[in-house]
């Protein structure tokens, strides 16, 4: 009976945000080979706004952005109670930038540039871990 269960539960949404449309646009086609459904920002400004709307399982987000960056967007996220169970994965070419996204709370960090397979294993584990199945 178990096994039924997880047929009728939705495809996990994921937000993904990066300020470079054709990263974007690759991590976009990485995510649909994962059937999940998803919500794209271009900018952290554009991504609080579809927080303020939608409640994503996964969040990935890029941390160099201009005007609202990652952190801030990350911050965000923190204060708002909706949002806690949100997993959240950072991508980022600023290693030096993590341990201050680490206090703030995240389950994952990806160094850019990354290989597509590395990439899809890391965003399947995080939202396995979402779904229980693992």
Known sequence: MAGHESDAR???????????????????SLIERLQCRQLAALSGDEAIELLEQHTPDLLI?????PVVSGIDVLRHVRRVPRLSA???IILTARPNLVPEVEELGIDFWIAKPIMPHDFLAIVGEVLGDVHGER
Do not use: H, T, Y
């Open 61 to 65: 987000l890029d941390l160099a952005m």
């Open 10 to 28: 939705q495809a996990p949404l994921v937000l993904l945000v990066d300020d470079e449309p054709g990263l974007l646009k690759l991590f976009s």
């Open 86 to 88: 949100m997993k959240v």
